[in-house]
């Protein structure tokens, strides 16, 4: 493998089915070390991603290449240092949990006197002592989730791909399961996908954002954050006369723009927004303008949280498609 | 061959922890046993021949309850986005499947071995004749498995691969039948050359002809490489 190369990388990479574009032009790449957390709305194209960089379908067009090899030509030596846990983990319900993540630990070829020692790491790091012997239809939707897991970290992968991996587990699980991927993701490459939030804010260094399969930002959770606070806004509740509240509001350094909307029955209250920059103590430069002339009622900084952020982009992504679906 | 050995390893254990496999067995050595009795307990004339007829025709309908969940239940289980993303090549995915019901036709067929001990007690059969029988069995349950296999990797529903497999397996076997309806030679010839029965019948006769032998052979090959090269397409 090339240690110059990154762990993931996709350039330029879309994928049709038919006339059906799912992937547009997707470019992004996942250091080693690194944990990127893949967010986006239910079938904006994560799993379809995913599993263009694991391997189990290919791009239409651009390249994926996961530690260097070619996906569409090198899947084989890639397979060898990628874990992948898709959305459902792939157990086979008639084995029990030792014989399936001895059948994976063979056929990823992990040496055979290496085996033993293999599966009591991931057995301990996934906590499944408990059902080692037990058949897998049998366990709980939590431990399910976890053999999947443990199947993925056999053969110390160096890239892991993870699909929904907290999805329908309990809080106590989704910490551990948190902890196991963390510690994974202090030396190894990681990208998860979720549409949990605050998920991505606790665990990734970075988050792509997708929806309708255009990669719409990749930042780091601050990061968007802070982006998106250059646009901030300030919104008041004020009783006075529209025009001169504006010209008044203008004036206050740091504000761009001013919109006034009168409540109806109530011709003297007033809804403003007004977008500032992020400063710090604007609002109470326009508490003062306000306050002087004018019955201020209510004032608020709206702070972006990364839903705000989430859906802003997602948002824009629609708008964009309606834009392309008139033109 | 590791990767071919795991997947073989993964289908032995499979077929044990499942009730289908209990259930082909039991009813292919009932039947097997039904037929020894009946064809030479009750006409009197020591020889398998019947009997492998009968338990050709017994086997064509028990293959593709074997063999139709090799890949639709991994479709189905979602299973197959592991074993595709696994270090694996489709090729070793489907010989280590194809050994593995292989394995289970081969133990089927040597359980069958029961009903020659009272022959061999109380008759004097022909040793030989009964040992290309028994090649034949083979090899006609290997092309069969091939082709159920393939046919179950079409489709993610088993019950859809098994009433696939049915039909083109029987028509394999009586399609030497459609040789009397035909003027033109090369006709009779072609529905003479793809009959799996009149193959098989060299075989129960005593006669290992390497012409009966290829043609099995070369059948189970075509069918694996379509199961390999679908897998390859659908990636």
């Given amino acids: 493998m090339n240690s110059a190369s990154p762990a993931i990388a996709l350039e330029s990479v879309s994928k049709r089915y038919g006339s059906r574009t799912i992937i547009h032009d997707i470019s992004f790449s996942v250091g080693k070390g690194e944990i990127v957390g893949f967010l986006g709305p239910n079938g904006a194209g994560k799993t379809t991603t995913m599993r263009m960089i694991a391997g189990f379908t290919t791009a239409t067009s651009g390249r994926v290449t996961v530690a260097g090899y070619d996906m569409a030509t090198q899947n084989e030596q890639a397979a060898r240092i990628i874990g992948y846990v898709p959305e459902q983990p792939p157990l086979y319900d008639v084995l029990d949990v030792l014989t399936y993540l001895r059948f994976v630990a063979e056929a990823k070829g992990v040496p055979r006197h290496g085996i033993p020692a293999d599966l009591d790491r991931v057995i301990a790091a996934c906590r499944l002592e408990a059902v080692v012997r037990q058949e897998i239809y049998k366990l709980s939707k939590g431990y399910r989730q976890r053999v999947g897991l443990a199947q993925a970290l056999l053969g110390k992968p160096e890239v892991l791909l993870l699909d929904e991996p907290t999805a329908g587990l309990d809080p106590g699980q989704i910490q551990e399961t948190r902890e196991v991927i963390r510690s994974f993701g202090q030396e190894h490459a990681v990208l998860l996908s979720t549409h949990i939030l605050p998920e991505v804010t606790l665990i990734c260094q970075r988050v792509a954002i997708i929806n309708d399969g255009h990669l719409l930002a990749i930042d780091s959770p601050d990061g968007l954050q802070r982006a998106s606070e250059q646009t901030n806004s300030v919104s008041l509740e004020v009783t006075g006369a529209a025009d001169a509240l504006r010209q008044e509001l203008l004036l206050v350094a740091g504000v761009n723009a001013v919109t006034i909307k009168s409540t109806p029955g109530r011709n003297e209250l007033l809804r403003v927004e007004c977008q500032v920059e992020a400063q710090v103590g604007i609002e109470a430069r326009i508490a003062r303008v306000v306050a002087g002339r004018w019955d201020l009622h209510r004032l608020e900084r709206r702070q972006p949280t990364l839903e705000n952020v989430f859906l802003r982009y997602v948002g824009q992504g629609n708008q964009q498609k309606t834009d392309e679906g008139t033109r | ?157 088993q019950i859809v691969a098994a009433l696939i497999t049915v039909p083109v397996l029987l028509g394999f076997w009586f399609i030497g039948h459609l040789q009397a309806f035909q003027a033109s030679p090369a006709l009779r010839g072609l529905f003479g050359y793809l009959s799996f029965s009149l193959h098989f019948g060299d075989f129960i006769r005593g006669l290992v002809r390497t012409e009966a032998l290829t043609f099995y052979v070369v059948v189970s090959a075509i069918a694996l490489t379509l199961n390999t090269s679908y897998l390859q397409w659908r990636r």
């Fill in chain 2, 1 to 157: 061959m590791n990767g071919v050995r795991a997947i073989f390893i993964k289908e032995i254990i499979t077929y044990f922890r499942s009730p289908i496999a209990y259930f082909v067995i039991a009813v292919f050595l009932l039947g097997t046993g039904y037929f020894f009795i009946y064809n030479i307990f009750l006409t009197g004339i020591g020889t398998m021949d019947e009997t492998f007829r009968n338990m050709a025709i017994l086997l064509l309908t028990l293959i593709p309850v074997m063999t139709m969940r090799l890949f639709s239940g991994e479709y189905s289980g979602r299973t197959m986005e592991l074993l595709m993303t696994l270090p694996l090549q489709p090729w070793q995915i489907v010989i280590g499947k194809y050994l593995g019901a292989v394995t289970m036709l081969c133990l089927m067929t040597l359980a069958t071995g029961i009903n020659l001990i009272p022959l061999y007690l109380y008759g004097n059969p022909e040793t030989s004749t009964i040992l290309s029988g028994y090649i034949g069995f083979l090899l006609l349950g290997m092309a069969c498995i091939a082709i159920g296999q393939f046919f179950s990797a079409l489709t993610q529903n």
